[in-house]
């Protein structure tokens, strides 16, 4: 399993590609921006994308999406229910600009080469946030970040979902990488310490 990150466009998004070097198989992760950049890494690796996923709906992770799918049609695209229409931003939803859009939710899994993608529904962001765990790692999208969490004043955004999800993300156990959708990677242990927001989770 190898796990690369680009960050991509104006806003600095992560966007990670999922890699299982045995089957070349590859699964893109929040693709905000900058397609070509992405499908660069993809040739150089010399992988088959098999999925685009979406940790949720706000534009800036989801603005590559029709420019990835037009290279490559066979690349399942999957993003939560809720947040299909744009997370409750208009500026750019998904529903529409793609055809054949998939949904996932709490429980659901995918197989990518000898890897499984777990998906925990993480909302408080956006309704329709996930956090995709896949061995030690955890996509957490704008959910978690290293010492702090995604905002919640935007439409579609609670903070009584958010602590909720942070304490369910606290409560899993063992470490785990923690892969989020800004700035620095961390782990979940290191985040378990000095977080404030998941330690304040995780009290209640």
Do not use: W
Request: with cysteine; aromatic share 6%.
């Amino acid at each position: 399993m190898k796990v690369k990150v680009l960050c991509v466009g104006p806003i600095g998004t992560n966007c990670y590609i999922l890699e299982d070097e045995g089957a070349k198989a590859a699964a893109v992760i929040d693709p905000g921006d900058e397609a070509d950049k992405i499908l660069e890494v993809l040739k150089e690796d010399g992988v088959t994308t098999q999925y685009i996923l979406l940790t949720h709906g706000h534009y800036d992770h989801t603005t590559g999406v029709p420019a990835l799918h037009a290279v490559l049609p066979q690349a399942e695209i999957y993003i939560h229910k809720a947040d299909a229409n744009g997370a409750g931003s208009h500026l750019f939803p998904l529903a529409g600009q793609v055809e054949g859009l998939k949904y996932y939710d709490e429980g659901d899994t995918l197989t990518l080469g000898s890897l499984t993608i777990q998906v925990l529904h993480t909302p408080g962001h956006s309704k329709g946030g996930v956090t995709l765990k896949v061995a030690d790692v955890l996509f957490c999208g704008d959910t978690l970040f290293a010492g702090s969490c995604g905002r919640t004043d935007l439409a579609g955004g609670s903070y009584t979902e958010i602590m909720a999800s942070l304490k369910r993300l606290g409560q899993l156990e063992g470490d785990f990488y923690v892969c989020p959708g800004h700035d620095v990677t961390s782990t979940l242990e290191r985040e378990r310490r000095s977080n404030p927001f998941l330690r304040e989770a995780m009290a209640h």
